[in-house]
């Protein structure tokens, strides 16, 4: 099984490489559904395994919850807002595509030494899995403050959730099931909220450039 996470893990990660890389809006809906389905096949593995070891179903209802929410449901609304916002393509990045890249292998490198640094962790799998999930989240992070448009930011929060849930469940196996369908109900209100911010922001400023908020200032 550890060889089946690990090559899950490596490719929530690879995504989020992809995510950096496009341009067009609905291409990070893509990606982030991509991503999703990545990790709800990851909790539906680990869910199996947790049945056969423990006879617990939590993980494999998070699964499903994971793919209706994060596969089916968040990427429906976010196309929803693309389509009544009118707009297509990321043109005001604050650096360009490969500068993007660049930073995230930099990313990547200092959190492979930073967590190699943690002498408490023994199992060299897990150490793999940390590098992979915290990187995953570090990018996410920094998507979402390299776009000016809030559509691109509420991609890279949802990743940032992203890298934090597969960090959990890599790790731990599995958390309470409250937690996690907490965490479902918070990124599910956050997504709307934020939705609404950027239908207001389109229709005051005509444009989702944060940047214009700046013509709020007295």
């Not at 809906?29 to 947790?50: H, N």
């Not at 990045?93 to 660049?102: D, K, R």
């Amino acid at each position: 099984m550890d060889s089946c996470l690990n090559l899950l893990s490596i490719l929530i990660l690879l995504s989020s490489f992809i995510l950096v890389a496009n341009k067009r809006v609905i291409s990070y809906i893509r990606t982030f559904r991509l991503q999703s389905l990545l990790l709800a096949i990851l909790s539906g593995v680990i869910g199996i395994y947790s049945i056969e070891k423990t006879g617990e179903i939590d993980i494999l209802i998070v699964c499903v919850i994971t793919f209706a929410v994060k596969v089916v449901l968040i990427p429906k609304l976010l196309k929803t807002t693309v389509t009544k916002v009118g707009y297509k393509v990321e043109k005001d990045f604050f650096l360009n595509i490969p500068i993007s890249i660049l930073i995230c292998c930099g990313l990547f490198i200092l959190t492979y030494f930073s967590v190699s640094t943690i002498n408490d962790i023994k199992d060299a799998q897990v150490k793999a899995y940390l590098v992979n999930s915290i990187s995953v989240i570090l990018i996410g992070l920094f998507f979402m403050i390299s776009r000016k448009k809030a559509i691109g930011q509420i991609i890279g929060f949802l990743v940032m959730e992203n890298g934090l849930f597969t960090t959990a469940v890599l790790t731990t196996h599995g958390m309470p099931m409250i937690v996690e369908l907490g965490l479902f109900f918070d990124v599910l209100t956050a997504v709307l909220i934020m939705g609404i911010l950027v239908f207001r922001i389109n229709e005051n400023f005509d444009s989702i450039d944060i940047n214009k908020l700046r013509n709020l200032k007295g």
